[in-house]
């Protein structure tokens, strides 16, 4: 947690998973999400990820796939490949997008 509060995004991001799984604190979905977003404001691509996922999802946020392409496209821009393949089912479903 120190390292988390230092500003170390990694570390922010594994609170979030803490957060997320209930490991070692209560479990809470919004919680996890804003650890996420500020491990994903420092330009992580795996908390970027996991916020658009938790917008895709409705987890500890609402439902919104516009929001959830948005950062499954910062996180693709990074190569990150999970994020690249979601964005690419959203464009070919025309969920969040224009179909295309």
């Not at 996420?36 to 908390?47: E, I």
């Not at 948005?70 to 070919?92: E, F, I, T």
Request: overall charge negative; aromatic content about 12%; charged content about 20%.
């Amino acid at each position: 947690r120190l390292a988390a509060d230092q500003g170390h995004a990694r570390a922010q991001f594994s609170i979030g998973e803490c957060y997320r799984n209930g490991a070692g604190v209560a479990q809470d979905k919004a919680e996890a999400v804003r650890w996420y977003r500020v491990a994903a404001d420092q330009g992580y691509a795996s908390a970027q990820f996991n916020v658009g996922a938790c917008y895709w999802n409705g987890t500890g946020v609402d439902h919104d796939p516009v929001e959830a392409v948005r950062w499954y496209r910062v996180a693709a821009d990074q190569g990150y490949a999970h994020a690249q393949s979601n964005l690419g089912n959203c464009y070919q479903d025309g969920t969040g997008v224009v179909q295309n």
